[in-house]
């Protein structure tokens, strides 16, 4: 399977790889990102361009999901014995901490099947067991949480919002993006310091996480 990420990450940077490390913000979890040692000198033209059009979000840990991986793993309650779906999970890192913590089923759910395939292999890095699934509608348990990291970084996904606490119990989100929610149905937890790991030098704004939880 390693293979596999590794070819899925060059599809966009041919000498890309992935290598195995533990995210500054979340150092509890392993996963398997990108290397940027594999690197010699600035993209080609074609590769940047390749990357923009068609990132792998999965080979970096953004801020927001080492805090809120973090926050689960330092407040255990809110998964233990619960079925929770991570929304978006990318590299996985939160459903993998909701599955350390406690959990008793977790779905890490994103509709890119590369993303998928990166989940499949830190879970076992991290010796978890998740499911996977690339849409909310094919799980079709009771769901208790709903953990997501990132998602609004486009407006037309706000309205996720609502629909995560129609689907769930309970919902908690970390964004570093959005400063304040457009729904009444969240409140801040807490505000966190973190970068994406590996560093990609992002404006100090985009380091600021917002942690949110549902009102329900």
């Not at 990318?90 to 990166?118: M, N, P, T």
Request: proline share 3%; net charge negative; glycine share 4%.
């Amino acid at each position: 399977m390693l293979d596999k990420l590794n070819d899925n990450l060059q599809k966009t940077l041919h000498k890309g790889q992935v290598k195995l490390s533990r995210p500054a913000g979340c150092s509890s979890v392993s996963l398997y990102l990108f290397d940027p040692n594999v690197l010699e000198g600035p993209l080609s033209h074609d590769e940047a361009q390749a990357v923009v059009a068609a990132p792998a979000y999965w080979s970096f840990c953004w801020a927001s999901g080492q805090v809120l991986a973090q926050y689960i793993i330092d407040h255990p309650e809110h998964v233990a014995n619960k079925t929770v779906i991570d929304f978006g999970s990318g590299s996985g890192i939160v459903a993998i901490a909701a599955a350390l913590s406690g959990a008793k089923a977790v779905y890490a759910c994103d509709i890119d099947q590369d993303a998928l395939d990166a989940v499949a292999v830190n879970a076992h890095a991290n010796n978890v067991h998740l499911n996977t699934c690339r849409n909310l509608d094919d799980i079709e348990e009771e769901i208790d949480l709903v953990t997501a990291a990132d998602v609004l970084y486009d407006k037309d996904n706000y309205s996720l919002l609502d629909l995560f606490v129609t689907r769930s119990k309970r919902t908690i989100l970390a964004d570093s993006r959005v400063r304040h929610l457009p729904s009444e149905n969240y409140q801040l937890t807490q505000t966190v310091q973190a970068r994406t790991w590996p560093d990609l030098n992002e404006f100090e704004e985009f380091n600021q996480v917002r942690i949110y939880q549902s009102l329900s």
